[in-house]
T-cell receptor, first 110, second 115 residues
Framework: DAGVTQSPTHLIKTRGQQVTLRCSPK?????VSWYQQALGQGPQFIFQ???????QRGNFPDRFSGHQFPNYSSELNVNALLLGDSALYLC?????????FGSGTRLTVV | GENVEQHPSTLSVQEGDSAVIKCTYS??????FPWYKQELGKRPQLIID?????GEKKDQRIAVTLNKTAKHFSLHITETQPEDSAVYFC??????????????FGRGTSLIVHP
């Protein structure tokens, strides 16, 4: 049983560019959440998708958007990248109870 | 919204000693409290969780206690081993009975176990 799969694992982008990160949830999970984890910090909630709708959103600007597909997989899009967007982006899936995290995408903005 | 405070930020112990990490939360509707372990460069992994209808839960060398009245919960690791070295995150979450579905994470505790 595959866990949560994220792609790509590493990414380097230039300031001002756009990026799309992808997540496939654990089999049987229907809810996908995205987190941003800066170095030395705890994960910060970006948004959560359930039944293809954004169910809740954290304190992130509109440059951060997402989507959930009928197969429960999800994308995170970030427009107009800033240097401060450099971080580990974690996807977590759940059905009930605790989250299962993916290994993350390390985004570096230069 | 929910606010989770975690202490200490760094904890250094000798192999074999016990380690205790404490968290407090603000939302009285929170009813689920997971703990995650994140090794360097790896994903956070759920190591133990507790729901609000119990006060303590154990799994081998790891235990979690919950005091709903005081709104705090703690992770206890006994007989620590070097492989326990990692960053530990607590989290608090509500659910259908109240509170937010979204876990709020503490800032993490870096546990260092010296051989």
């Amino acid at each position: 049983d595959a866990g949560v799969t994220q792609s790509p694992t590493h990414l380097i982008k230039t300031r001002g560019q756009q990026v799309t990160l992808r997540c496939s949830p654990k089999s049987g999970h229907d809810t996908v959440s995205w987190y941003q984890q800066a170095l030395g910090q705890g994960p910060q909630f970006i948004f959560q998708y359930y039944e293809e709708e954004e169910r809740q959103r954290g304190n992130f600007p509109d440059r951060f958007s997402g989507h959930q597909f009928p197969n429960y997989s999800s994308e995170l899009n970030v427009n107009a990248l800033l240097l401060g967007d450099s971080a580990l982006y974690l996807c977590a899936s759940s059905l009930s109870g605790g989250y299962t995290f993916g290994s993350g995408t390390r985004l570096t903005v230069v | 919204g929910e606010n989770v405070e975690q202490h200490p930020s760094t904890l250094s112990v000798q192999e074999g000693d016990s380690a205790v990490i404490k968290c407090t939360y603000s939302d009285s509707a929170s009813n689920y409290f997971p703990w995650y372990k994140q090794e360097l460069g790896k994903r956070p992994q759920l190591i133990i969780d507790i729901r609000s209808n119990v006060g303590e839960k154990k799994d081998q060398r790891i235990a979690v206690t919950l005091n709903k009245t005081a709104k705090h919960f703690s992770l206890h690791i006994t007989e620590t081993q070097p492989e326990d070295s990692a960053v530990y995150f607590c989290a608090s979450r509500g659910g259908a009975s109240g509170g937010s579905y979204i876990p709020t994470f503490g800032r993490g505790t870096s546990l260092i176990v010296h051989p």
